[in-house]
T-cell receptor, first 113, second 116 residues
Framework: DGGITQSPKYLFRKEGQNVTLSCEQN?????MYWYRQDPGQGLRLIYY???????QKGDIAEGYSVSREKKESFPLTVTSAQKNPTAFYLC????????????FGPGTRLTVL | AQKITQTQPGMFVQEKEAVTLDCTYD???????LFWYKQPSSGEMIFLIY??????QNATEGRYSLNFQKARKSANLVISASQLGDSAMYFC?????????????FGQGTTLQVKP
């Protein structure tokens, strides 16, 4: 079955630690995205990538980093520089030729202790 | 400035009745796309419906339809014959322009509760 997987589903981190969230897709989509969602709020774009080895900052990139070494994978690292990292993180992918819907993964809930 | 505005934080609807969720948007780009997503309590985002700015007809997908009023810059979602499983948060989103980024801007969401 084609889709997007994110792992882990729940993640706990101590303050000052970096942590990496995984996102993998087997939809053969060119573009991938990372969003952050705070309770009761909409999604805000952190980073996006349209092609391997290239990515752009979204609206709230500070304290985060990404890589795109393979088309299928777009991991997000939440660094210790992110002041308030506790949130729900969603990864998405889309085709670029049609620019229609983004497909989302199940999300990772990050809690900083 | 808010580009996507959803003015209803919460809505209630009786099972089997229709409900309209409001969405207004702001853009100066003549080419854009509008999306609605459903987010159940489990957290995943489920794509519901899409409307392109040049589409002549309102989009429909099963029980979902999009009431697209371009001059008013509104893209309201209509859910007909509500079901208990429709209880969720609903997000309106916009993609601006024809540039190949696919970036979406999301509204704050509306929580819908369907009453039995």
């Amino acid at each position: 079955d084609g889709g997007i997987t994110q792992s882990p589903k729940y993640l706990f981190r101590k303050e000052g630690q970096n942590v990496t969230l995984s996102c993998e897709q087997n939809l053969n989509h060119d573009a991938m995205y990372w969003y952050r969602q705070d309770p009761g709020q909409g999604l805000r774009l952190i980073y996006y990538s349209q092609i391997v080895n290239d990515f752009q900052k979204g609206d709230i990139a500070e304290g985060y980093s990404v890589s795109r070494e393979k088309k299928e994978s777009f991991p997000l690292t939440v660094t210790s520089a992110q002041k308030n990292p506790t949130a729900f993180y969603l990864c998405a992918s889309s085709k670029l030729d049609t620019l229609n819907e983004q497909f989302f993964g199940p999300g990772t809930r990050l809690t900083v202790l | 400035a808010q580009k996507i505005t959803q003015t209803q934080p919460g809505m209630f609807v009786q099972e089997k009745e229709a409900v309209t969720l409001d969405c207004t948007y702001d853009t100066s780009d003549p080419s854009y796309g509008l999306f609605w997503y459903k987010q159940p309590s489990s957290g995943e985002m489920i794509f519901l419906i899409y409307q392109g700015s040049y589409d002549q007809q309102n989009a429909t997908e099963g029980r979902y339809s999009l009431n697209f009023q371009k001059a008013r810059k509104s893209a309201n979602l209509v859910i007909s014959a509500s079901q208990l499983g429709d209880s969720a948060m609903y997000f309106c989103a916009m993609r601006e322009g024809t540039g190949n980024t696919g970036k979406l801007i999301f509204g704050q969401g509306t929580t819908l509760q369907v009453k039995p």
